[in-house]
């Protein structure tokens, strides 16, 4: 569905601070994949979604979406393609808007924004089933603007707003680490929910083992942009947190003291 | 009491004719966060634009279309500067205002162009203010109803949180150059007014009017933000109303026309840090308790 063939890329070229994040990385998701991506800092994650999101331009090789060539398509293109959770829950929602006017923005993905009216009051039923199901009680909040919400509330509300018109791939860049363990664990359930009913083609970072383990049918573990354990299949449903560390060892991963550490 | 009939008309007539200029300021410096310049030199391509055909004889009311849409041209070449080639919001507008100035003198010829007989908008046979009040309503009218549609969402949006508009697949540079353009269009539509009303278009009569534009909207934000049912675009109307009459009234005490720039400054300064309030608690307590009370530390 998603293939990244031998992509490079290189920041700060030619000055002291270059850095060759990646040569020659490729990746091969399949139709319906949930891949959780962990790493230590730097191991290139994010910029790997965000060279797919087209955040950023990849300096050589080659991105397809369902067979066609997006490498170079700008940004707000490859938005109509696939939808994205970011880590900072103020990315994800307009702050002077109400819960209504976001959830319609959103709903309206896709379809033309002409002048009929911005708010859809026809679908607010449907909009208090989406949140009810969060359990947070934000289906009774509709008219309050999002300024006003907790940054789990807006977690919350922007994964359902992302979700809404079924997107084929689903990016969730570190969705909840900006959020305490409680709130986290509501979102991440939410996801799961979302994800498995949907059937939506999801790649997730995370800087959470247990998550990364729990969650998925494939693990992939970075460092330095390149991908040193990619886990799936029924290896991926037995994994531990110990068989994990040894192949992170086995892969020769530095990092993997650290990692461990992350564990506790 | 006649005096202060007047006076009172006067104000409502000058108020009302900005107000559609503060509506246009209004959609780039608080939606889109935008602070555009460019309106210094828009409105007066407005006077000029509207000027320029009633000398030849077209309907006013054709000539102020013409003036709005003279605005939309120079909002997009603001908004084409800053979003296609990438400088910043402030030098686009400083960039446009400046441009403008010699767009101006080329469509009037001269630096000030009198219309002495020519017919206005004010020739029809009811009181001027009823006209100015119906051009600005509609347009506020116009403006609140667009704002809320999908597209005035998208709009709102950009100025909120571009990231999230772009994630719905949406071209926020478009959406910038769209606000940019309406936003000039208005302030343009307001020259033109202006000049039909005050009878002459003037290269120089736009400076300041971003400055007089941002003070009538903070004037009105800052009276009227706890009336929470009511519209920004109707605080920024009121605001603009205001503010007239407050110059209105600094004039009638004895102060130059020339001042008002530097009291429409030093306006925008209290109002801006009035709501800073806190930095002042010192300043309070002395006003309130005496020096002994105040201890500053």
Known sequence: MLQLSNLYKTFNKGTVNEINLYRGLSLNVNNGDFITIIGGNGAGKSTLLNLISGKIDPDEGAILLNDSDITHMPEFRKSKLMARVFQDPSKGTCPSMTILENMSLAYNKGKAYGLSMGANKKQVSLFQELLSQIGIGLEDKLHTKVSLLSGGQRQALSLIMSTMTSPELLLLDEHTAALDPKTSEIIINLTEKIVTEKKITTMMVTHNMHHAIRMGNRLLMMQRGRIVVDVHGPEKQDLTQAKLLAMFEKAGCEDAVSDRMLLD | ?297
């Open chain 2, 1 to 297: 009491m006649a005096q202060l009939l007047d006076f009172s008309i006067n104000v409502l007539q000058m108020g009302l004719i900005f107000a559609i200029m503060v509506l246009g300021v209004y959609i780039t410096y608080r939606i889109l966060d935008f602070p555009d310049l460019s309106v210094d030199g828009s409105f007066v391509t407005g006077a000029a634009v509207a000027s320029v055909l009633l000398l030849n004889g077209v309907n006013p009311f054709v000539a102020c279309v013409a003036a709005f849409v003279a605005g939309l041209g120079a909002g997009f070449i603001t908004g084409f500067l800053h979003v296609k080639l990438g400088i910043t919001n402030l030098l686009s507008g400083i960039l446009v205002m400046i441009g403008l100035y010699s767009i101006n003198l080329r469509i009037m010829g001269k630096s000030n162009l009198p219309l002495f007989s020519n017919e206005t908008i004010f020739s029809l046979d009811v009181h001027p203010l009823v006209v100015i009040a119906a051009f600005a309503l509609v347009s506020k009218l116009l403006l609140d109803f667009l704002l809320s549609t999908k597209l005035g969402f998208l709009i709102i949006g950009t100025g909120d949180n571009p990231d999230m508009i772009t994630s719905l697949g949406i071209d926020t540079g478009k959406m910038k150059i769209l606000a940019l353009m309406l936003s000039n269009g208005l302030v343009a539509l307001a020259g033109s007014i202006m000049a039909q009303y005050q009878r002459f278009a003037d290269v120089g009569m736009g400076t300041g009017i971003v400055v007089m534009g941002l003070a009538s909207i903070i004037f009105g934000e800052t009276l009227f933000r706890r009336v929470s049912i009511m519209l920004p675009t109707t605080m920024a109307l009121l605001g603009s109303i205001l503010y007239r009459f407050s110059i209105g009234a600094a004039l009638n005490l004895g102060l130059s026309p020339t001042d008002l720039k530097l009291v429409t400054c030093v306006i925008i300064v209290f109002a801006l840090s009035a709501g800073n309030a806190h930095r002042f608690t010192g300043v309070k307590r002395l006003l309130k308790g005496g020096l002994a009370n105040a201890s500053i530390k």
